[in-house]
């Protein structure tokens, strides 16, 4: 584990309607990274609020803080990672064939990039895959960028399988992925959700 996790207490939770700029910020950072990568899966410069906005509205972004911030309360850091999970199956990959309702689907999973290589994704993945065993659905799924090999060997390694790549010229998006879902705890961060979903 990298030390940045271990001196830095991590804590997951929804995100609020004020964690908007912290949150178009990451995405941002994130896409100018993979720019930078020959990547083209985000829209560069990220995305714009009108795409954000309805994940927080409907209680389905999360994002991952360093709890020290808020030692400082002018503090305006991003977060440290942020992931999107929820039932929505995009219908130009999924299929009817695919039983859609049969799994929680992973959108906008980033990791600011002084955390990168300190095992978040992993541990993100790994939180979404136990979300999806505690609703009772099998599988948990992603889809990823055509021509980023580097991200979908990364998934690979993660225990996804490739199920097929979906080839729309105007999607960069579209090779597809899913694994098992599995009752795996973290200790790598408080999972404050726990709490969020009681008290709803």
Known sequence: ???????????????????????LRLLADTSEWLYSQGVRQW??????????????EERVLYLLDDELRYLDPDE?????????????????????????SSALYIHKLA????????????????WAGSMAYAAGLPWLRLDC?????????????????????????????????ERPSEDVSTTVFRDLTIAELISA
């Open 1 to 23: 584990m990298h030390t940045t996790t271990l001196l830095h207490p991590l804590a997951l939770r929804q995100a609020e309607p004020t964690d908007l700029p912290g949150v």
């Open 43 to 56: 829209p560069r410069g990220g995305f714009g609020p009108e795409r954000i906005e309805p994940l927080i």
């Open 76 to 100: 305006s850091a991003p977060p440290v990672a942020t992931i999107a999970l929820d039932d929505h199956a995009d219908p130009e990959f999924w299929t009817p064939a695919d039983r859609p």
């Open 111 to 126: 990791v600011a990039r002084p955390w990168a290589g300190s095992g978040l994704g992993d541990a993100l993945l790994d």
């Open 145 to 177: 960028a055509k021509d980023n090999r580097r991200l979908q060997d990364y998934y690979r390694s993660r225990g996804f399988r490739h199920i097929r790549t979906v080839d729309l010229p105007h999607r960069a998006s579209g090779a597809l992925f």
